[in-house]
């Protein structure tokens, strides 16, 4: 095997970076100028609240690889604490500061 790695990985690194390419241009570039039906249109705007759901609430309900409660319900509640006024006021800041200060009072009460 040369310094520079095998024939295999560098044809997988170039695979990936041509699918990537195509996945973000089929966006860009093939609905560029177009409209989308209301459906879709709809779909892609909840497409980054839940992407960004699917990536917090395992770092915030697991611990280690497993569901611990134990120790971390302080920001389990500092983050139901913060959605549930992001839902009723929106805005990002405030929830962001909200939770925080909730999840820092919980942890700091037991």
Known sequence: MSEWGSVNGWLAIA?????TFLIRYSFIGFLA??????LAERALQLAVPAIF????IPLVVMHNGELNWAT???HAIGMVAAGVYAW???GMLI????????????????
């Not at 929830?95 to 037991?110: K, Q, T, Y």
């Open 53 to 56: 759901a699917a990536l917090v």
């Open 33 to 38: 100028g177009r409209r989308l039906s209301p």
């Open 15 to 19: 695979g990936l970076a041509i699918g």
């Open 95 to 110: 929830p962001i500061i909200i939770g925080m200060a909730v999840m820092h009072g919980v942890s700091a009460l037991r």
């Open 88 to 90: 009723w006021r929106g």
């Open 72 to 74: 971390r319900y302080p």
